[in-house]
């Protein structure tokens, strides 16, 4: 076992991928604690296929593919947020019209240019070849930032995501922060896609909250758990697509999943001795 | 000067316009129970007064050493809040957060406050058990330590006791009387208007057919009262 991590350290292209991956893991689990609390999971996942959709028009253009889509992807995200807030409009129904809409643009602005190729491919499954220096310095500053963010604004944090209406009526500015924790989804989710595929990235923001929720019964136990599971997830999920050749987003997805079905069952085990 | 004072407030609610010419002032110590029909706007009314809705017309203000952002509120439960990870004391705490401004952490005198205001409600026990797996009149007592580390002064309580069983409710009532009695300042939306007469030194009833505030005794000789109570006895 331990070889084989050696040897996959000695690539630098899985150093890199290792690098920017576990970042992108931290960050959206704790990002994604405060979004599953707040029943804005399907935000995540129409991003993600709003930033498919980007991709492949900057790929098309000939543009660079990051400064296009996460301009558009955060312009997204404030629009979801809207959206969600607006109990008029069918929050759900609505993120479904974008996602799709999203990857129909995509798909035929790609078969009208380059054709169905292995950029698509590699757009919808993720592919660890695809960071450069770039990405490793982009994905770095981001966590940092969500780092700071949770850090400082902790209490703030807990107090949206628990009771808007009480937090508001105590003096704070909610929108700010409701916004704030869209842009970094935003941008989380247009590094991580690269990895992850459009349309796997969601479950790095959904599955570690859904598996620390399983275990702990506190706040602050849950964000902790999620950061730390998200990664060692990444890590035995980018070793196994190294071991048994198998695609890395998708093997990151099932390792969460096993860990999710882990964390279930242990966290069956005490409520039944209580009863 | 009252604590609060609301003239002629106008509200409406996705563009429908839900209150009229709403007036009425609240003092220290007052207990004042909002009642109405469902749909008349008490919940509206609430939202204004803490200023998570925009007035139409007229004006709110607050005085006697009452800040706008330091009213205690108790909200009616969120869909969010049934399975919310949170230990009790997490909850209590995070009422203290007006008290911090812009620090990012609690100091031992916010945690102090909220130990505090969990033992005056009876649950300290409770400190550091799960938040969900409270039984509802706990939770209740949770979200009152909560509303009590953001204010002294005054408390806003909007249908505290739906989906309380009688028991229970009846114990919570006990509590907001005792700390009413205590001094603090009395909100409180509530359908069951027969509790409202018995505990409230002021009503206040909105709705479309009818309106009043003043004292509860007066209350109870008004028409608006007397119809009110007639039709909740034989109705619910």
């Known amino acids: ?275 | 000067m009252s604590q609060i004072s609301a003239q002629n407030v106008s509200m409406s609610y996705e563009k429908k316009l839900v209150l009229e010419g709403i007036s009425f002032e609240v003092d220290q110590g007052d207990y004042l129970c909002i009642v109405g029909e469902n749909g008349s706007g008490k919940t509206t009314l609430l939202r204004g007064i803490l200023g998570l809705m925009p007035l139409k017309s007229g004006a709110i203000r607050f005085g006697d050493g009452v800040r706008n952002n330091q009213i205690g509120y108790l909200p009616q439960q969120t869909l969010v809040q049934k399975d919310f990870p949170a230990s009790v004391f997490e909850v209590v705490l995070s009422g203290c957060l007006n008290r911090i401004g812009l620090m990012p952490f609690y100091s031992s005198r916010e945690k102090r406050k909220a130990q505090q205001n969990l033992e005056l409600l009876g649950i300290g026990n409770l400190k550091l058990k799960s938040y969900k797996e409270l039984s509802g009149g706990q939770q209740q007592r949770v979200l009152l330590a909560r509303a009590l580390c953001a204010t002294e002064k005054i408390v806003l309580l909007d249908e505290p006791a739906s989906g309380l069983d009688p028991i229970i409710t009846n114990e919570f009532y006990q509590i907001i009387r005792s700390l009413n009695q205590a001094g603090v300042t009395i909100i409180m939306i509530s359908h069951d208007v027969k509790l409202a007469v018995e505990y409230a030194n002021k009503i206040l009833h909105i709705g479309t057919m009818s309106e009043f505030f003043g004292a509860t005794e007066e209350y109870l000789k008004s028409e608006a009262g007397r119809r009110f109570l007639e039709g909740g006895s034989s109705g619910a």
């Open chain 1, 1 to 275: 076992m331990i070889d084989l991590i050696g040897e996959l350290l000695s690539y630098s292209f899985i150093l890199r991928a290792l690098t920017v991956g576990m970042l992108v893991a931290l960050c959206s689990a704790l990002l994604g604690v405060s979004l599953v609390l707040k029943r804005y999971s399907m935000i995540g996942d129409g991003l993600s296929h709003v930033g498919f959709g980007a991709l492949s028009v900057a790929m098309a253009l000939n543009l660079a593919p990051l400064q296009i889509s996460v301009p558009v992807v955060v312009a997204a995200a404030f629009l979801l947020l809207r959206i969600s807030e607006n109990s008029r409009i069918k929050g759900d129904a609505a993120i479904a019209l974008i996602s799709s809409s999203a990857i129909a643009i995509g798909v035929i602005v790609t078969s009208l240019t380059s054709g169905m190729n292995a950029d698509v491919y590699n757009f919808l499954f993720g592919s660890i070849l695809a960071m450069n220096r770039g990405d490793v310095v982009l994905s770095m500053m981001l966590s940092i930032l969500v780092l700071l963010l949770f850090f400082f604004f902790y209490h703030k944090i807990f107090a949206v995501t628990f009771d808007e209406n009480f937090a508001k009526a105590t003096g704070i500015k909610v929108d700010i922060y409701n916004m704030m924790i869209a842009l970094l989804t935003a941008v989380t989710i247009v590094v991580g896609m690269r990895i992850m595929g459009a349309l796997l990235i969601s479950s790095l923001i959904i599955f570690p909250a859904l598996s620390s929720m399983r275990l702990f019964r506190s706040f602050r136990g849950v964000i902790i758990s999620s950061a730390v599971l998200s990664m060692i997830c990444f890590f035995w999920g980018i070793t196994a697509s190294y071991a048994f050749d198998t695609p890395a987003g998708a093997s990151i997805v099932i390792v969460n999943l096993l860990a999710f079905g882990t964390c279930s069952a242990i966290g069956l085990i005490p409520q039944r001795e209580k009863e």
